[in-house]
T-cell receptor, first 109, second 117 residues
Framework: TQLLEQSPQFLSIQEGENLTVYCNSS?????LQWYRQEPGEGPVLLVT?????EVKKLKRLTFQFGDARKDSSLHITAAQPGDTGLYLC?????????FGKGTLLTVNP | DSGVTQTPKHLITATGQRVTLRCSPR?????VYWYQQSLDQGLQFLIQ???????AKGNILERFSAQQFPDLHSELNLSSLELGDSALYFC????????????????FGEGSRLTVL
């Protein structure tokens, strides 16, 4: 069974702060995706990374895929209240997308 | 709006009962995925169908079954319900990826919240 562990589980910060959340596994994935989920809604894709060592930027969000394709990080610069939500990483392999339990981020104004 | 439709949005039933959750994927998407989300287990993959055929199976209980119909909509059947089956059930669809095992973007519905009393 492929497991993805996300840390921290909960994070509460003030507007304007920077933060990094992590997604780690002992398994190799063909791709890794980050989703954000808001209350009452389904997860929405933020980014997909495929190549080991790949870095992608989406405005204030920076995503990195580990060289061995087993781990990933999400860095948010100058967090805003609109960034509040559950951040999920999902590892893709053999037609399945396996998710971690997520990091619940709260950005206080 | 992701384009994926799930019904019902909320469902309350008793232990031992059977329910059916329905999902209509986005137009053009051939793959349908079912996930169960609970506070303690997170988002758990149950099963995936591609163009009517089962393609991948996750931690789906024997009391649960699913199918994808020729019009590509899918149903998840949950039977002999237990208190622990209370959860959010999500359906997601994804566009064709040319037969590769790579998983493309998943578009999730808003979920069906099941409460078993």
């Amino acid at each position: 069974t492929q497991l993805l562990e996300q840390s921290p589980q909960f994070l509460s910060i003030q507007e304007g702060e920077n933060l990094t959340v992590y997604c780690n596994s002992s398994s190799v994935f063909s791709s890794l995706q980050w989703y954000r989920q808001e209350p009452g809604e389904g997860p929405v894709l933020l980014v997909t990374v495929v190549t080991g060592g790949e870095v992608k930027k989406l405005k204030r969000l920076t995503f990195q895929f580990g060289d061995a394709r087993k781990d990933s990080s999400l860095h948010i610069t100058a967090a805003q209240p609109g960034d509040t939500g559950l951040y999920l990483c999902g590892g893709g392999s053999n037609y399945k997308l396996t998710f971690g339990k997520g990091t619940l981020l709260t950005v206080n104004p | 709006d992701s384009g994926v439709t799930q019904t019902p949005k909320h469902l309350i039933t008793a232990t031992g009962q059977r329910v059916t959750l329905r999902c209509s994927p986005r137009s053009g998407d051939l793959s349908v995925y079912w996930y169960q989300q609970s506070l303690d287990q997170g988002l758990q993959f149950l099963i995936q169908y591609y163009n009517g055929e089962e393609r991948a199976k996750g931690n789906i209980l024997e009391r649960f079954s699913a199918q994808q119909f020729p019009d590509l909509h899918s149903e998840l059947n949950l039977s002999s319900l237990e208190l622990g089956d209370s959860a959010l059930y999500f359906c997601a669809s994804s566009p064709p990826t040319g037969g590769s095992s790579y998983t493309g973007e998943l578009f999730f519905g808003e979920g069906s919240r099941l409460t078993v009393l």
